[in-house]
């Protein structure tokens, strides 16, 4: 038995005949773990957006209150990070684990006061563009050389700025600063100009950073003219230069085929200078073919085939300027349809994409817009998907841009989808991704109307008191209009008087700027509300508004108003409506006066004053 068990013993201890390999260790970034967790949890569709989570009393109710909001959080934060990096000594400790770099304190003030290169260099890398120049300045008075590098970065800095020192983000702003989203113009002789002059050679790289501020700054015939001194220099321009003449290429030229014709000249240089293009070569001649009339059509193509042919994958901007030139070519011949944007969605359904131009944020609005002006609801829905998709929601582009496009999309719901599925989707958009203006919540009052479920316009009135439009005229009078152009249901017909009640009560306490201004319309539909719901008191209360409000009432609300008195038995009621109607010099008054003395028990006094109305109505007449 023991010589049994050694052997089993003998084979456990038995060398490997394989042999085993040490997997090499597997490096995990920081935020592995925040971004796994990140993907199990899903939009809260009742939530607000993130960014104001952190503090309840400030969340959102309104798309103003959004808006001034979001400035306020952001204005905060950047005078938060200018107190930061003003006061560095105060901010030294740093907690938080993985780093995060944009929260510690940045070097902004100036440390090097000699007159050196370095000092030059300090001064680009912190953006101040005054004293870059005054020390370039003294360096050349002191006969100290530059080196072409810090040259370079210098006129990139000048040219980006168009020869002014950028606002500080977050620093305090006097009355005479220039506004920070301010574009300057090109002004002629400027430093950039000068120092490209003074330089002893000029390379590419000093054409390259005068010509792109050219551009960026709308001195785009000045911009070619030095592109014609650089051939003139037997230089060969790079693909920057190339880019920025694309742009400008369109404002030099009147009609759209010699526009044409000077993009083509563009790239046939670009391709006799062996200059290899890149995404923005493309998306620039795209960008500028929307400016080319019926030419662009044909020619997009044409430069789309020829960009793939490139090995270039083109970018969400480079499909947005294609839909533009389609779509305007479509307007302009009457004939719009949706092909083109069918076979851009063919190529994109799927894919996940990151920012790779600045026109990249545009597309999803864009193909939203074409898919509501065709009612093509499918398509719609795949280009929300495509949105939803990953993370390319982060390429809907700033707050109006994101507006716009849920804006469209749930217009095209409202036109095309049934009732039931709109109220789902905007329980799902609102608030968390959408604020509805007036208009959106018109659309959404018009869909209930055609599936016949204005029975939930009073959910909808609350919708509107928390979105702040209770204000808006043309929505308070859409709403009243629609609840009490038909009758309905006894239960309903309550719910659609106390809705109205709340409007009126809402308007009366109303202390803003632009408080509702009641009309005819609103303040006759409001008192037929409360007539078909039998509360004749709070209709009383109504109808005396006219006369407060300067309003006249209409003859058939006055008949209206008899029929509900006549029928309570309310004698004195129907006496002060005929009375008012007088008051308003009403036509109509005579006829009341006669109907009020035969259908109702009335007393002496009564009869006496319905009488004299009565005779003097018809004397009138």
């Known amino acids: 038995k023991t010589a049994h068990q050694n052997e089993h013993i003998g084979t456990f201890q038995r060398e490997p005949t394989d042999t085993i390999v040490i997997p090499r260790k597997k490096t995990w970034s920081k935020e592995a773990v925040l971004e796994a967790l990140s993907s199990t949890v899903g939009r809260d569709p009742t939530a607000y957006p993130y960014n104001f989570q952190d503090d309840p009393f400030l969340s959102p109710r309104t798309v103003n209150e959004f808006k001034l909001y979001s400035l306020s959080k952001e204005s905060g934060r950047s005078a938060a990070k200018f107190f930061i990096n003003n006061n560095p000594k105060y901010f030294t400790t740093d907690f938080a684990e993985p780093h995060i770099p944009c929260l510690m304190p940045e070097t902004v003030s100036l440390l090097l006061e000699d007159v050196s290169e370095e000092a030059l260099k300090e001064r680009v890398r912190l953006r101040k563009v005054t004293a870059a120049v005054e020390m370039y300045d003294q360096l050349l008075q002191s006969g100290t050389a530059v080196s072409m590098e810090t040259t370079y970065d210098l006129l990139d800095l000048i040219c980006l700025y168009c020869d002014r020192n950028p606002v500080e983000e977050g620093g305090p702003q006097s009355e005479d600063m220039e506004d920070p989203g301010e574009e300057f113009s090109w002004k002629e002789n400027n430093n950039a100009e000068r120092i490209f002059n003074l330089l002893p050679e000029r390379d590419t790289r000093c054409y390259s950073a005068l010509i792109r501020g050219m551009v960026k700054h709308g001195a785009h015939a000045k911009a070619f003219s030095i592109y014609t001194d650089l051939l003139n220099n037997r230089l060969t321009a790079d693909v920057h230069i190339f880019n920025a003449l694309l742009i400008a290429a369109p404002d030099l030229r009147d009609k759209y085929n010699e526009r044409w014709d000077l993009l083509a000249e563009l790239l046939n240089q670009m391709s006799q200078q062996k200059v290899q293009p890149n995404l923005s070569t493309f998306n620039s001649v795209l960008k500028a073919l929307?400016?080319?009339?019926?030419?662009?059509?044909?020619?997009?193509?044409?430069?789309?085939?020829?960009?793939?042919?490139?090995?270039?994958?083109?970018?969400?901007?480079?499909?947005?300027?294609?839909?533009?030139?389609?779509?305007?070519?479509?307007?302009?011949?009457?004939?719009?349809?949706?092909?083109?944007?069918?076979?851009?969605?063919?190529?994109?359904?799927?894919?996940?994409?990151?920012?790779?131009?600045?026109?990249?944020?545009?597309?999803?609005?864009?193909?939203?817009?074409?898919?509501?002006?065709?009612?093509?609801?499918?398509?719609?829905?795949?280009?929300?998907?495509?949105?939803?998709?990953?993370?390319?929601?982060?390429?809907?582009?700033?707050?109006?841009?994101?507006?716009?496009?849920?804006?469209?999309?749930?217009?095209?719901?409202?036109?095309?989808?049934?009732?039931?599925?709109?109220?789902?989707?905007?329980?799902?958009?609102?608030?968390?991704?959408?604020?509805?203006?007036?208009?959106?919540?018109?659309?959404?009052?018009?869909?209930?109307?055609?599936?016949?479920?204005?029975?939930?316009?009073?959910?909808?009135?609350?919708?509107?008191?928390?979105?702040?439009?209770?204000?808006?005229?043309?929505?308070?009078?859409?709403?009243?209009?629609?609840?009490?152009?038909?009758?309905?249901?006894?239960?309903?017909?309550?719910?659609?008087?106390?809705?109205?009640?709340?409007?009126?009560?809402?308007?009366?306490?109303?202390?803003?700027?632009?408080?509702?201004?009641?009309?005819?319309?609103?303040?006759?539909?409001?008192?037929?509300?409360?007539?078909?719901?039998?509360?004749?008191?709070?209709?009383?209360?109504?109808?005396?508004?006219?006369?407060?409000?300067?309003?006249?009432?209409?003859?058939?609300?006055?008949?209206?108003?008899?029929?509900?008195?006549?029928?309570?038995?309310?004698?004195?009621?129907?006496?002060?409506?005929?009375?008012?109607?007088?008051?308003?010099?009403?036509?109509?008054?005579?006829?009341?006066?006669?109907?009020?003395?035969?259908?109702?028990?009335?007393?002496?006094?009564?009869?006496a004053v319905l009488s004299e109305l009565e005779s003097t109505g018809e004397s009138s007449g």
């Open 290 to 607: 929307r400016r080319c009339g019926s030419l662009a059509k044909t020619q997009a193509i044409h430069t789309l085939n020829e960009m793939k042919a490139m090995g270039i994958a083109p970018s969400l901007a480079s499909y947005d300027h294609i839909l533009n030139a389609f779509s305007k070519a479509a307007s302009s011949s009457g004939a719009v349809n949706t092909d083109i944007l069918q076979e851009v969605m063919s190529e994109l359904e799927g894919r996940s994409f990151t920012c790779q131009d600045p026109d990249d944020v545009l597309f999803f609005s864009t193909a939203m817009r074409i898919c509501v002006n065709n009612k093509d609801l499918e398509l719609g829905y795949r280009v929300y998907n495509l949105v939803e998709h990953g993370e390319n929601w982060r390429l809907l582009g700033p707050l109006y841009q994101q507006s716009s496009f849920y804006r469209r999309f749930f217009n095209l719901l409202c036109m095309m989808e049934h009732i039931d599925v709109v109220l789902t989707w905007y329980r799902k958009l609102v608030p968390s991704l959408y604020y509805p203006n007036p208009q959106g919540l018109k659309d959404l009052l018009q869909a209930l109307d055609t599936d016949s479920r204005l029975d939930l316009l009073p959910t909808i009135w609350k919708d509107i008191r928390a979105l702040g439009h209770d204000n808006k005229a043309d929505l308070v009078e859409e709403l009243l209009m629609l609840m009490a152009r038909d009758k309905h249901s006894a239960e309903v017909q309550e719910a659609f008087a106390v809705c109205a009640l709340d409007i009126k009560n809402m308007s009366e306490a109303d202390r803003r700027k632009n408080p509702l201004e009641w009309s005819t319309t609103s303040l006759s539909n409001i008192t037929s509300l409360q007539l078909r719901a039998n509360k004749t008191r709070e209709a009383w209360e109504t109808l005396k508004l006219f006369k407060s409000k300067n309003r006249v009432p209409k003859e058939a609300l006055l008949e209206d108003f008899l029929s509900v008195c006549c029928s309570d038995g309310s004698s004195q009621r129907a006496v002060e409506l005929v009375q008012l109607s007088a008051a308003f010099c009403l036509s109509a008054t005579p006829k009341l006066a006669k109907r009020t003395l035969a259908e109702l028990d009335l007393t002496e006094e009564q009869r």
